[in-house]
């Protein structure tokens, strides 16, 4: 009997681990290039158009001190260093903290963006777009902005 409480004991810790550590990597954020009407872009993992904010600077955010603009424009956040895909320079990737605590990810100094407009992958649509007084170009594997 005890021999049988102790696998049941080990099998509830391996699953215990595995959910936390597949918790943990699916909050990591993953940047990926896709080829699209305005260039090769830097996309999320679900496929869609990361942009950059021109009122930002290197590695600050100022989207976050204009209302509204981070419901429209939602931060692209990660628990850790965000994971490179193929193309993309791992050592342009960074990360800020905004005043909340989220992680930011950034690219070549660039704070990331998604737009809530964008109803599918590769939509350029709103690339360059002006709204909260600034543009949103997108960002390509060097890192700069695509208009």
Do not use: E
């Not at 699916?26 to 950059?52: E, P």
């Not at 001190?65 to 320079?89: D, E, F, M, Q, Y």
């Amino acid at each position: 009997m005890r021999r049988i409480l102790t696998l049941i004991a080990a099998t509830a810790l391996v699953t215990l681990l595995a959910t936390t550590l597949a918790g943990a990597s699916a909050s990591r954020a993953k940047l990926l290039l896709r080829k699209t009407s305005v260039g090769t872009i830097l996309v999320n993992s679900r496929g869609f158009t990361l942009y950059a904010f021109s009122r930002d600077g290197r590695n600050k955010d100022a989207c976050a001190a204009i209302s509204g603009c981070l419901s429209v424009w939602p931060v692209v956040k990660t628990s850790g260093r965000a994971i490179a895909g193929p193309g993309v320079k791992s050592a342009l990737i960074g990360t800020i903290t905004l005043k909340s605590g989220v992680k930011q990810v950034t690219y070549a100094g660039h704070p990331l963006y998604s737009y809530v407009g964008d109803g599918s992958p590769g939509q350029t649509s709103y690339v360059n777009f002006f709204q909260s007084g600034g543009y949103w170009p997108a960002v390509n594997a060097a890192g700069h902005l695509v208009k």
